[in-house]
């Protein structure tokens, strides 16, 4: 079992440290009747400033430039402004009626006002705070109701049942970790029963190369590598993969240059099978692949500034081998900090590719003690970075050893959703994880981890006409402790019987983050040829790389919703698609 036994304690009393002062915005959400707009979203701290950027023609050319959008008109605070022109030069509408109160900014502005008064119709918005300044992400809101729908048909909304059931979902959750993977070949029948009978989607690999250490990978160990790696897709779960050299707390790993050729022969299945990687662990040095005992790299936190040049050399070597669209987590929050800045990673720069947007955490003695053996050097800075980065990293591990009341249920509950878990080993350690199942909270931290999407309402019309519009609007809600942290597909798919179209959605699912709800709203296009008919709506979320393997697409945690077949959601809804709302 890896372990980290770092000798480094805190003297004294343990650290308690605060949540930062920040105003994270979250909630957005815009609704409307026939004649008003509301526009809402949530923050914390106490900001002075609160807005919204609507840009009504959706040009982004035009208006204000703020992000991807072109303001056409601004709400702030208590008043609606009009762009003149230019930077920033506005004119005063009028005043609006506005709350912020209780952490929820709030606006209802007449649609007149904002030339917003046809339907069907949509809006391109960007919610802000200042101070300090936070600005989200795009948000398209789709008028619905109030004059009737494109192609006829007007709006119907759809309220859904959430569900308390636990089950299986794509990169989150508990994981089994199964044994030297480099030895013992995964048995097809029980990773398949880890996700039927277990709700488990996640097994990790730990490789070890120990024969390797002045010599290149023999090609018995590459084909075993490969061999676990199409278990695993054959299986429909992912795997957590970390490389390593030695379990000895002699740390007799293997020098920088070697570790480097090692990745090179890697490189080709790291590619060729990104699909099933979840994510890397950077590996590779000390015992355990846990960057603490070695003999090469600065050994038990002895680190000269030549060891961590060759510690970096080996993590962005990991990270130009592995597919961009993969992450690598390092194992403790000092580690990253040293080589790559001590500031957490901006919201604007998620999932771009970088290495500090790649490069996420995992702690492997999970309330083990004040510092978690090591894991945190300075709590006081740590905590809030850590907070803050795995908003968009990955983050996970296990637990190793009992440390009440720190490694009891409140706290467990507190640091799983602050620096927002994905996923967490089941199978160590069994003292801590009895504890949690005494205390209660064992079946919420398995529902919980990662991602848990809730439908929560949707609005669609009735009819539609063939090369017609066709308004769609869901609302979803996240209830896990994170947001997903790979590339994932978004689509409106409609079917009747055997014809099934697909349009892709305007959303990101890594940007819904943890406890906030996230409204998709597009107006798409139905194809001229369409044949007419009664058609079936369904929301899905598919794997980019396995978009035919239902078990790798997301499923909503609502009553009635899922098609284990077919890995998509129902909405609930049908669409009768004609000539000008006729059917034939």
């Not at 650290?15 to 957005?28: D, F, K, L, M, R």
């Not at 081998?321 to 080589?339: F, G």
Request: charged residues 20%; proline residues 7%.
């Amino acid at each position: 079992m890896s372990r980290i036994l770092a000798l480094l304690v805190f003297l004294g009393a343990m650290v308690v440290v605060a949540p930062p002062a920040h105003a994270a915005i979250g909630g957005q959400s815009a609704t409307n009747t026939a004649t008003t707009v509301t526009y809402r979203f949530t923050y914390t701290g106490s900001p002075a400033f609160a807005r919204t950027y609507i840009d009504t023609d959706r040009d982004p050319g035009t208006g204000f430039a703020q992000g991807p959008v072109g303001a056409d008109y601004l709400l702030e605070n208590g008043g609606l402004y009009r762009h003149n022109g230019g930077g920033w030069s506005w004119t005063f509408v009028k005043p609006v009626a506005y709350s912020a109160s209780g952490g929820t900014a709030r606006w209802t502005v007449d649609r007149a006002d904002i030339g917003e008064s046809a339907t069907p119709n949509d809006a391109d918005l960007v919610f802000q705070v200042e101070a300090p300044l936070e600005t989200s992400a795009r948000y398209t809101h789709v008028y619905s109701g109030g004059g009737g729908g494109g192609g006829g048909g007007g709006g119907t909304t759809v309220t859904y049942r959430p569900s308390g059931e636990n089950f299986a979902n794509p990169e989150r959750g508990l994981y089994h970790h199964t044994g030297d993977c480099d030895k013992n070949d995964f048995s097809l029948p029980t990773l398949r029963s880890y996700r039927t009978d277990q709700h488990i989607s996640l097994v990790m690999c730990v490789f070890y190369l120990a024969e390797f250490k002045a010599a290149p990978i023999g090609k018995a160990a590459l084909d075993r590598l490969q061999r676990q790696f199409d278990t695993v897709r054959a299986a429909g779960l992912k795997m957590i993969l970390r490389f390593a050299y030695t379990t000895s707390t002699t740390g007799d790993d293997a020098p920088k240059d070697r570790v480097l050729a090692h990745l090179d022969q890697l490189a080709p299945y790291l590619s060729a099978n990104s699909d099933v990687i979840y994510l890397m662990q950077a590996g590779f040095i000390g015992a355990w692949g846990e960057w603490y005992y070695t003999q090469h790299f600065g050994n038990a936190g002895n680190v000269t500034a030549a060891d961590w040049a060759a510690r970096k050399a080996v993590t962005d070597k990991i990270l130009s081998v592995l597919p961009s669209t993969r992450m690598v987590q390092l194992r403790t929050p000092a580690i990253k900090r040293t080589m790559y800045g001590t500031a957490a990673l901006p919201p604007g720069q998620a999932y771009g590719g970088s290495a500090n947007a790649r490069l996420g955490h995992h702690n492997d003695c999970f309330l083990a003690g004040p510092d978690d053996y090591g894991t945190y050097q300075d709590p006081a800075a740590e905590y809030p970075y850590l907070a803050a980065e795995t908003r968009y990293l990955a983050m996970g591990g296990e637990t190793c050893g009992v440390d009440p009341p720190r490694s009891d249920c409140p706290t467990a509950r507190d640091e799983l959703a602050r620096f927002h878990w994905s996923f967490l080993n089941t199978d160590y350690q069994p003292d801590v994880l009895a504890g949690w199942s005494a205390g209660g909270c064992l079946p919420e931290i398995g529902r919980d981890l990662g991602y848990r999407f809730v439908l929560q309402r949707g609005t669609y019309p009735s009819t539609a006409s063939r090369g017609g519009p066709l308004p769609v609007s869901v609302t979803i809600r996240n209830d896990g402790y994170a947001a997903p942290v790979n590339p994932r597909g978004l689509e409106l798919v409609l079917r009747n019987g055997s014809t099934v179209y697909r349009f892709p959605l305007s959303g990101d699912p890594r940007r819904w983050a943890a406890g906030t709800t996230t409204t998709v709203g597009q107006t798409l296009t139905l194809p001229p040829a369409m044949p007419a008919g009664t058609y079936t709506l369904l929301l899905n979320l598919p794997d980019p790389k396995l978009g035919d393997r239902p078990e790798y697409s997301v499923r909503m945690a609502d009553e009635g919703t899922w098609e284990a077949g077919t890995g998509m959601n129902l909405l609930l809804h049908t669409v009768t698609v004609g000539d000008g709302g006729r059917t034939s």
